[in-house]
């Protein structure tokens, strides 16, 4: 079973920055793709951001291009989501994902999700 834990979301203004991080349980984290979605109130879950096992390659979201950035430390089995000039239309519930494979939106495993919300 594959834990994923969210966590640094919070209150922020516009502009402002912030940096997710995701924990995850599973000892072959570091062999699995894995990406970042989100769901704003009232809205359909959309893709964030995607990476490799390696971290060779990422994808984003058009709506987060130029803004955030995902990464990962393997040696701490963590995933990061580095978001900057943050807009009120970023505030959703964010999800650490195991992708099924590298380009795709389908998901093996989700977190529980940690609320962000840009305030104008």
């Known amino acids: 079973q594959v834990q994923l834990v969210e966590s640094g979301g919070g209150l922020v203004q516009a502009g402002d920055s912030l940096k997710l991080s995701c924990a995850a349980s599973?000892?072959?984290?570091?062999?699995?793709?894995m990406g970042w979605f989100r769901q704003a109130p009232g809205k359909e879950r959309e893709f964030v951001a995607g990476?490799?096992?390696?971290?060779?390659?990422?994808d984003y979201g058009n709506s987060v291009k130029g803004r955030f950035t995902v990464s990962r430390d393997n040696t701490k089995n963590t995933l990061y989501l580095q978001m900057n000039s943050l807009k009120p239309e970023d505030t959703a519930v964010y999800y650490c994902?195991?992708?099924?494979?590298?380009?795709?939106?389908?998901?093996?495993?989700w977190g529980k999700g940690t609320l962000v919300t840009v305030s104008s």
């Open positions: 599973v000892r072959t984290f570091r062999l699995h793709a």
């Open positions: 990476i490799t096992w390696n971290g060779d390659s990422t």
């Open positions: 994902a195991k992708l099924m494979h590298y380009g795709t939106r389908n998901v093996e495993y």
